[in-house]
């Protein structure tokens, strides 16, 4: 069985556990206290980051070139589409989440929120919030425009530009830091992305200390 050493809410972590669920490949979780410097995860993964998998005799750092070969390992069902064009598609938009909504958003509201207290790290930067606060309506606003134009984010299947983009937004909903009344749109893919089976085990996270909203595990919210 694979073992994956995770953060609950670290959305790079969530990208790769939702690959995993969606193709039914059982996974061990195990909880990484990364911040720690463990020994041993270091020798796992010496930039000390999360998420690290150990599948198939290997042992692999990096959330995308997980998902790249969980992918290519396990083709079915697939989460890239076949053509150049698409996957690059998917690709953009899997590093526009992962890097650009990350840096703007996810890095100025969850870790400002969660991590500090986590790691013992100070209180929230009061700027930095309201800098993420301000940053997720832009960003919002552009999936709602994707979403005007497409089925699902980067074309007419389901992709990895999804789970990318649902688990940013899933570790910001546990915390309340998204307004789903802004786009109906996108309220209503995430809400279509919430209700599969590979999202069960992420909606059962729980943080001690940070209990999630009421709305969280609602599949009709």
């Known amino acids: 069985m694979a ?23 059982e996974c061990e979780l195990v909880e990484e206290r990364y911040w720690e ?51 690059y598609e998917v690709r953009r938009l899997v590093g526009w989440f992962d890097d650009k909504f990350h840096h703007e958003v996810t890095s100025k509201l969850l870790y400002e929120r969660v991590n500090k207290k ?9 700027g930095n919030v309201k800098s993420g606060a301000k940053a997720v309506k832009y960003h919002l606003d552009y999936m709602a425009w ?10 007419d299947s389901m992709t990895l530009a999804d789970f990318a983009a649902a688990a940013h937004l899933s570790s910001l909903d546990y915390i309340s830091d998204v307004d789903w009344n802004r786009s109906s ?22 943080v001690p200390g940070f209990p999630p909203p009421a709305h969280y595990a609602d599949l009709d919210f």
């Not at 986590?118 to 009061?126: C, E, I, Q, R, V």
């Not at 979403?147 to 074309?155: E, I, P, V």
């Not at 309220?187 to 992420?202: E, G, L």
């Open 118 to 126: 986590l790691m013992k790290a100070g209180f929230p930067d009061s």
């Open 146 to 155: 994707l979403l005007d134009h497409r089925r699902w984010l980067a074309g």
């Open 185 to 206: 749109v996108v309220k209503d893919w995430y809400a279509k992305i919430k209700s599969r089976p590979a999202f069960r085990s992420i909606l059962a996270d729980q």
């Open 37 to 87: 410097q463990d020994p041993d995860f270091l020798r796992r993964n010496p930039a000390a980051k999360v998420p690290v998998i150990r599948i198939d005799g290997k042992t692999m750092a990096e959330s995308a070139a997980i998902c790249e070969w969980i992918e290519e390992k396990y083709p079915e069902p697939s989460l890239m589409p076949r053509s150049a064009d698409a996957r």
């Open 3 to 25: 073992k994956l050493y995770h953060v609950p809410l670290s959305p790079f972590c969530r990208k790769v556990r939702l690959s995993l669920a969606e193709k039914k490949i």
